[in-house]
Structures are given as structure tokens and as C-alpha cells.
């Protein structure tokens, strides 16, 4: 089958949702059998989202081959369960490098560099790439921004060219827009999607089909009034309203005919979808059979998105356990000081990455609280490294042991930066990134989670500059610290690069170096997530048979 490319704009106002859309009906092109990938473009100049602030952008998703992508990439893994690349998230930064680079190169001699061809040009050659390199029969473009800024002009002018060069059969044009319902007069306003849509339209691309994004159903007269301003069929306008959870969008888009439509408009056999997995996903969500409260002691807790992958990961392993997981953010900076008691009333504590030394004393407090009374315990990243940092000042005798990324002066660099990291001057793209391999140790907590094949590694994501020091690894193993998994083959580090810890006799206390987050699927969750949510589940299970047996309230904090 000739590859086919689907475009998804967007109108109105950002973070409407195009990236859900997106993702929604690549799942519904997956579930009839289709070899589908998805591409994200970001009209932003940085060339990737690594130096970006989470609270503006939310969080950098990790591809295998350690690009630093938007999260919209990380949502496309989730629903479509494919693995995605660097190059399937396009930036304006990315496109004009490479045609700058060409242009010093000698390769368009005697020629005037233009935005129209050779911008557009590299935009095309890379989406088309996208589905070579997938060997996708379907690609999925979503354009980042909303119609109408500048600079997604040149993005908006490649995929009008593209349907002029592949032709109608094989391109489709998906435009999402908001429609807003008005209290006061009690009825959806459909100017602004008109509006959106007649700015698409000025460039050059007739929407096939549109996604209104609204709070509640829209009512059928409603539809007709957009399809009569848009040149688009009423049945062919679709309502993504206000769902309970996202996995449930699916579904609804596919009762509403979305997936019929594509398959006319893209000539595509008329296949059932099989939606089972998302079926039985959002009837667990709908009616747990139990409920696990998880306080995430983070710094970025007002920006929830800054955490999007992981709080996906601990959803996901929720269904596994058929259990709701409740997510309560807690500042890590208001628990740097004073009684830490409350935090012995959640089921489970983690703590998740970051950078900066804002916020670090509350989170080796919460390291030290769950260790010291028992409570279920996941760090990712710097979480394994501040419970490193604790079980050091608390356990092995060292005294004011620290990571130099916080004290460069500390008496015990027990963290400390990796030496390949000294040679690195850019910020951009140097930390270690991607999937490295994990050798993980026999009778181990994190053995039991992953079940490793004979070879006895596994691969997860990495993010990060600084590493346990190889130098104090064999104290910290005197004292009692598990180091269960290894980095294989890194020379000069002892028996190699520390990647999980955790404790003999705790119900659950694993760190990892990793970000396992960002592999974690609705069909296949994350073994360190379904691990953690597991014993979490237990501790919520043995309070309410014996609460008097739980360590709570005031005094139970670490000092």
C-alpha cells in the first residue's frame, strides 16, 4: 500500500488537544491493523525541547536514540505502542540548520536561498522520511501552534504542497478548533471555529474534516451551522467534548465514525477496529476495585504536565492492579521543612527527576521517611539519587554527603557528574540520553519486577549528567544499600555504572538512574510502576484492616 499522511492542524487557541486527536485516531488506525507513526512539529527555533523550562513546556519526552522531544512524541508511543525517533518530532530549528548547513556546504550554488522551495522542501523531505524509516502505510503530521501565527506559515505551505504532489487519495486534512459554550446565553459560539477555519483556508488547505473540542456534546444543529461555514459535511464534523480520562477519546471518536470516514477518504478496506485493550482500560478507571493515594514530592508540582509521562505510567500500572491511583503533588520545597507526618498517610511516595538544587532537602527527607517507616518508595532519576544522598548521611556514616550539582564542596561527593560530562561545554543534547542496558542482579526486588531474559539486562531511558560515585559504592554496600542494577561494559566505574538500589526487608524502596516512565504502556506498564502501585495497594489494603498498624501523623517524620 502507498504510504497515505494524515494532517492535523490546529485553530483557536493552543492546548486544545491536537495531540490527543492525534493520537486517537492513530490508535484507531492501529486496532484495524495498520502499520501507522506519527510526526510532531514544533514551529519553535530551538533545534530540540531539551533546554526548555517545564513549566512553560511541560515535560521533555526520551526517545530510544535520545532525542529530546516534545511530549506530544510521548503521548504518540502511548496510544499508538510504537517507538519513535528524534527525527519524528520536526522543529523550525531542525529545518533551517540543516538548509543554512546545506547552503555553506555548496549545495544550492548560483541559487537564491528561499523559504519556498527550499524550506518547504527539507519540511517534506522529512515527513516523507518519517514514514520510509517507520515503513508506515499511514502517517500521522501534527502541525504544533495554532492557524494564523507566523511562524507555522512555511509548515502549513509544505503540507498544502504535499497533497498537490501525492494527491487526494493518499493526504487528509484534519483541522481541531474549540467551540466554546456561552453560560450567559446558554448555546455554543461556532464563530471562532468559522473563523479558523476560513484562516486555514487562506493559505491554501480545505479542511476535510474537523474536530470541535468542547465541554460538553454538541447538538446536532450546531454541527449543520459549522458544516455550512467550513464546506465541510456535517457527519464529517466530529466532538471531542470533555472526556473522564483520555484513554476514553478512542472510543468515542470511533463511535462518532472517524475511523469509517478515514477509511473513504484514504480508500483504506473497511476493517472492525479491535478496542478491547481501551475498553477494558476505561472500565477499570471508571470502577476500580481499589483506590492507592501517591504523594510525588517534586518541584515542578504546579505544572502537572512537567510530570506527563510518569503520571501516564502510574495510571497505566493502576489498570494492571485494577486499581484508581490518586496523585497528589506535593511541593518539595514546603516539606524541606518542618513535620513530614502527613506523608505517612499516602500509600506510596515517589520521587520523581529533576535538575537544580531547589527543593532537594524535601525530597531526602521524604526519601528518609519512607525508608525509615516502611513506606512504599519509587525514585526515578534524581529520586534514586537524593535516596542515595540520605541512606549516605543517615545509614553509612557519611555526614553532609551530598551530589556536587548542590554543594561542589561537599566532604562526600557520593553523586557526583559523570567524567565524560567535563568535556561537554554545549548544554543542548550532551547528557547521557536514550536506552542503555541494565545488567540486573539475581534475588533482587528489581529481578522479580523485570523477569530479565538469559542475558540478564534490560534497556530503559536515560536522562541525566551525574552518577552514584564508583568510588563510595562499596561503603554504601557495607551499610546495606542493594545495588541491584548495573550499566555492562563502563570501564573504570568498578562492576559498572549504578542504575537501581534499593533495601533488603522494605516492602518496596527502588531507585533507578532511568526514566522507565517514558516506555510504560496502556497495553504493556511500566515493571518498576506496576511494582510500586502493587505494594502501595497493600499498604492501602493492611490500613484499612489494621490502621492502627500504620506509623501516621504527627512526630513520624524524619528530622
Known amino acids: 500500500m502507498e504510504t497515505r499522511y494524515i494532517f492535523i492542524t490546529g485553530g483557536v487557541v493552543s492546548s486544545l488537544g491536537k495531540g490527543i486527536s492525534t493520537a486517537s485516531l492513530g490508535a484507531l488506525l492501529r486496532a484495524r491493523g495498520y502499520r501507522v507513526t506519527a510526526v510532531k512539529i514544533d514551529p519553535y527555533i530551538n533545534v530540540d525541547a531539551g533546554t526548555m523550562r517545564p513549566y512553560e513546556h511541560g515535560e521533555v519526552f526520551v526517545t530510544d536514540d535520545g532525542g529530546e522531544t516534545d511530549l506530544d512524541v510521548g503521548t504518540y508511543e502511548r496510544f499508538l505502542d510504537v517507538d519513535l525517533s528524534r527525527a519524528d518530532n520536526v522543529t523550525t530549528g531542525q529545518v ?3 538548509v543554512i548547513e546545506r547552503e555553506r556546504r555548496g549545495e544550492y550554488l548560483s541559487q537564491t536561498v528561499q523559504v519556498i522551495p527550499h524550506v518547504t522542501d527539507e519540511i517534506k523531505r522529512r515527513v516523507r522520511e518519517a514514514g520510509e524509516r517507520a515503513q508506515a502505510e499511514l502517517v500521522l503530521v501534527e502541525v504544533g501552534g495554532t492557524v494564523g501565527d507566523i511562524e507555522s506559515l512555511p509548515f502549513l505551505e509544505a503540507i498544502r504542497q504535499m497533497r498537490f504532489e501525492e494527491g487526494r487519495d493518499r493526504t487528509l486534512y484534519l483541522h481541531v478548533t474549540l467551540l466554546p459554550f456561552l453560560g450567559t446565553s446558554e448555546e455554543f459560539k461556532t464563530k471562532p471555529t468559522q473563523h479558523s477555519v476560513a484562516t486555514l483556508r487562506g493559505v491554501g488547505i480545505q479542511p476535510d474534516a474537523l474536530i470541535v473540542r468542547s465541554e460538553r456534546p454538541v447538538p446536532d444543529a450546531s454541527r449543520r451551522k459549522i458544516s455550512l461555514f467550513s464546506n465541510v459535511e456535517a457527519r464529517d464534523v466530529f466532538n471531542a467534548y470533555n472526556a473522564d480520562d483520555v ?4 472510543e468515542m471518536l470511533e463511535q462518532q465514525g472517524i475511523g469509517r470516514f478515514t477509511e473513504r477518504l484514504l480508500g483504506l478496506d473497511k476493517v472492525l477496529p479491535e478496542l478491547h485493550v481501551w475498553q477494558e ?3 477499570v478507571l471508571r470502577a476500580p476495585d481499589r483506590r492507592v493515594r501517591i504523594a510525588v514530592v517534586g518541584k515542578y508540582v504546579a505544572m502537572p504536565d512537567a510530570y506527563l509521562s510518569l503520571n501516564e505510567a502510574l495510571k497505566h500500572a493502576g489498570i494492571a ?4 491511583v490518586e496523585v497528589e503533588w506535593v511541593s518539595a520545597e514546603e516539606v524541606a521543612e518542618g513535620d513530614l507526618g502527613f506523608l505517612s498517610d499516602y500509600d506510596g511516595i515517589l ?3 529533576g535538575f537544580g538544587v531547589r527543593g532537594i532537602e524535601g525530597k531526602v527527607r521524604a526519601a528518609r521517611l519512607a525508608r525509615e517507616h516502611d513506606v512504599p518508595y519509587l525514585g526515578i532519576c534524581l529520586g534514586m539519587q537524593v535516596a542515595v544522598i540520605e541512606f549516605a548521611r543517615s545509614v553509612a556514616g557519611l555526614d553532609a554527603a551530598n551530589s556536587t550539582e548542590f554543594d561542589p ?13 567535563l568535556e561537554s561545554s554545549d548544554l543542548g543534547g550532551t547528557m547521557r540520553l536514550g536506552s542503555w542496558p541494565m545488567r540486573v542482579r539475581d534475588d533482587t526486588l528489581l529481578a522479580r519486577l523485570y523477569r530479565p531474559g538469559p542475558d540478564g539486562t534490560v534497556h530503559e531511558r536515560h536522562r541525566h549528567r551525574y552518577e552514584v560515585a564508583p568510588d563510595y559504592v562499596p561503603r554504601l554496600e557495607e551499610a546495606g544499600l542493594v545495588i541491584s542494577g548495573v550499566t555492562p561494559g563502563m570501564e573504570g566505574r568498578g ?13 518496596f524502596f527502588l531507585g533507578l538512574q532511568s526514566h522507565p516512565e517514558f516506555t510504560s504502556r496502556l497495553m504493556r506498564p511500566s515493571p518498576p ?7 502501595s495497594a497493600a499498604r492501602a489494603d493492611a490500613r484499612r484492616e489494621a490502621p492502627a498498624a500504620i506509623p501516621s501523623g504527627p512526630g513520624s517524620g524524619a528530622s
Open 96 to 98: 533551517y540548520q540543516t
Open 247 to 250: 484513554y476514553a477519546v478512542p
Open 281 to 283: 482500560a476505561v472500565r
Open 321 to 324: 492492579n485494577r486499581a484508581t
Open 351 to 353: 520521587v520523581p527527576g
Open 409 to 421: 564542596y561537599t566532604p562526600h561527593p557520593v553523586i557526583d557528574l559523570m567524567p565524560e560530562q
Open 495 to 507: 562492576a559498572g555504572l549504578v542504575e537501581a538500589v534499593e533495601l533488603a526487608g522494605h516492602p
Open 529 to 535: 510502576f506496576r511494582g510500586f502501585i502493587e505494594a
